[in-house]
């Protein structure tokens, strides 16, 4: 969950996942699981998401193995959450049963190997692997990556607590049908503090920029009125700054909306005609300022009928999707002020942010 450039690091490893065509995924949580669970729920992006919780910790081999009575496939492909190395995941799993392999392993040549280790191969069989305190010089590291066949996995008589790598991995390479498959796509592991500092700078170009921005209205454009809504255009206040930054921001995003609950029209406060009225002012005053709004998206029902369309759910932001193909989530940011924005984000893979100023324009 550590952020990097405004998103938990995990985010960049689910979007690899969804780029890649997967559709569910198990995540092995232990400590602070729960703060986990709270941002991603069951999905992300379409992902299902699993938790398979350890109880005590089972160390990364006790982990895979219970993670992996969660899957049904015959292949699993296991990530480190600390570790992005992008490479095309779909890659390594047709090498893996190609070969027929027990354990497939990316890996990634370094110019030192010392703080990972070394992976030694012969004709793609790994035959060893180094300790670091054995490793110095250019060479092959694990970067991270498994495939594995899960009949063997479960096969193996190991204790429920166990490290993948030195109880399973290194007795058994050289004799267990175990292959590596050399990648030189980005690499990066967040372990150490240089290399999170590191990443932070580094995503910032090697990540699509974001294209597209979703805003809510009370309280981001306008004054909040606390107990009330803005029933007409006599109500309205913008927020300092707010105008200002508008021809910035249409500059900077090639799509710009408004996504709002306005269940003051459900509530019989205002009616349908009113809030146009208050938007059609609005949208007047941004385009004087040198600004634009490309749509305006509300939810109007009360918070009781349960809407698809109301935040947080998503429906605002998807039918933006259908009326704009071009818009992509991950290439997104949503700015609110409220749980159920931040929320409405994490569930379509927004990036997030708590004000105008905050985009640091």
Not at 28 to 44: L, P, R, V, W
Not at 93 to 115: G, K, M, P
Not at 228 to 256: H, T
């Amino acid at each position: 969950m550590a952020s990097v450039y405004g998103r938990p690091f995990l985010c960049y490893l689910l979007d690899r996942l969804v780029d890649a065509g997967v559709s569910r995924v198990v995540l092995a949580t232990g400590y602070k699981h729960e703060c986990i669970e709270t941002y991603f729920g069951t999905q992300y992006r379409g992902i299902e998401i699993v938790y398979s919780n350890e109880d005590q910790p089972l160390f990364t081999g006790g982990a895979i193995r219970q993670a992996a009575q969660y899957i049904s496939s015959d292949e699993l492909v296991v990530l480190n959450g600390d570790t992005l190395f992008d490479i095309d995941l779909r890659n390594l799993y047709v090498f893996h049963v190609e070969r027929q392999a027990n354990l497939s392993i990316a890996l990634r040549h370094v110019t030192d190997t010392s703080r990972y280790g070394a992976v030694s191969c012969a004709n793609d069989r790994i035959v060893a692997f180094h300790e670091k305190t054995e490793s110095q010089g250019a060479g092959d590291i694990n970067g991270g990556i498994y495939a594995i066949h899960r009949a063997w996995l479960m096969s193996q008589d190991l204790p429920t607590k166990f490290s993948f790598e030195k109880e399973l991995m290194q007795p058994m390479a050289g004799q267990a049908g175990f292959y590596g498959l050399r990648f030189t796509d980005y690499f990066i592991d967040i372990g150490v503090p240089e290399d999170y500092y590191r990443a932070q700078e580094e995503f910032k170009s090697l990540f699509p920029q974001d294209r597209f921005l979703f805003l809510d209205r009370d309280g981001i454009l306008n004054k909040h009125l606390p107990g009330d809504y803005v029933r007409n255009w006599n109500m309205w206040e913008w927020l300092p700054g707010v105008l200002d930054a508008m021809p910035k921001l249409a500059q900077r995003y090639q799509r710009i909306f408004i996504v709002s609950n306005q269940q003051g029209v459900g509530k019989g406060l205002m009616t349908e005609a009113d809030l146009e009225d208050v938007h059609r002012h609005m949208l007047a005053d941004i385009a004087a300022a040198g600004g634009r709004i490309d749509k305006v998206y509300v939810c109007t029902e009360l918070e009781s009928a349960h809407s698809p369309n109301r935040k947080p759910e998503i429906g605002m932001a998807l039918q933006a999707k259908i009326d704009f193909p071009e818009v992509d989530f991950h290439r997104s940011v949503m700015v609110g002020d409220s749980a159920s924005d931040e929320l409405f984000a994490q569930r379509s893979g927004m990036r997030f942010f708590k004000s105008i100023p905050a985009l640091s324009l």
